[in-house]
């Protein structure tokens, strides 16, 4: 069954540092598509980063990687040089699917409290 | 394009009141998703739409909740009769029909139901 698993509730990380958020996943699909949203306590939903199931290197956005690890089924987000605004609750996403449409989950979420 | 919009932002209804939640779509997108997100549980995924059909219901929690798209440009949540567990912050989300694509979401409605 798909299911996303994000096993860290809370991360505190000091300014300027990097931080690894976790996110492992399963699924029976061959192809799948991996994502990390930001959600500030403003609300919205912001795209950070994707990662294709058949893609050889790793994702990369600016501060943002997406360390990808497929024998394991994790998609572990790195960002690096932790900024204030960075604080915020963050989502592991799957989606899969095919001929009927393609449906997307998210994890249960990483709240990351960056600390001065 | 304006993105998704959601309305209302917010709804504070009685229980056992007759609640709709509205979404419209970016044009051009042909998938469109509801999910529901509390604290207990998340980002939940209620249903989504491929092409103004129902493609998957499983999450939409029981028979109080219904959900439309009587065309490609709007879609509806309705919840009747709606229930104080029902509170919620609701999300609209759309996409192409592609796996590479994200989804583009709305505001969401925040939903108290007293």
């Known amino acids: 069954a798909q299911k996303i698993t994000q096993t860290q509730p809370g991360m505190f990380v000091q300014e300027k540092e990097a931080v690894t958020l976790d996110c492992t996943y399963d699924?029976?699909?061959?192809?799948?598509?991996l994502f990390w949203y930001k959600q500030p306590s403003s609300g919205e939903m912001i795209f950070l980063i994707y990662?294709?199931?058949?893609?050889?290197q790793n994702a990369t956005e600016g501060r943002y990687s997406l360390n990808f690890q497929k024998a394991r089924k994790s998609a572990n987000l790195v960002i690096s040089a932790s900024q204030l605004g960075d604080s915020a609750m963050y989502f592991c996403?799957?989606?899969?699917?095919?001929?009927?449409?393609?449906?997307?989950?998210f994890g249960a979420g990483t709240r990351l409290f960056v600390k001065a | 394009d304006a993105g998704v919009i959601q309305s209302p932002r917010h709804e504070v209804t009685e229980m056992g009141q007759e609640v709709t939640l509205r979404c419209k779509p970016i044009s051009g997108h042909n998938s469109l998703f509801w999910y529901r997100q509390t604290m207990m549980r998340g980002l939940e995924l209620l249903i989504y739409?491929?092409?103004?059909?129902?493609?998957?219901d499983s999450g939409m929690p029981e028979d109080r909740f219904s959900a439309k798209m009587p065309n490609a440009s709007f879609s509806t949540l309705k919840i009747q009769p709606s229930e104080p567990r029902d509170s919620a912050v609701y999300f609209c989300a759309s996409s192409s029909y592609r796996r590479d694509e994200k989804l583009f979401f709305g505001s969401g409605t925040q939903l108290s139901v007293l």
């Open positions: 990662q294709g199931s058949y893609d050889e």
């Open positions: 699924t029976s699909d061959q192809s799948y598509g």
């Open positions: 996403a799957m989606r899969e699917g095919g001929t009927g449409g393609f449906k997307t989950i």
């Open positions: 739409f491929n092409n103004n059909v129902p493609i998957d």
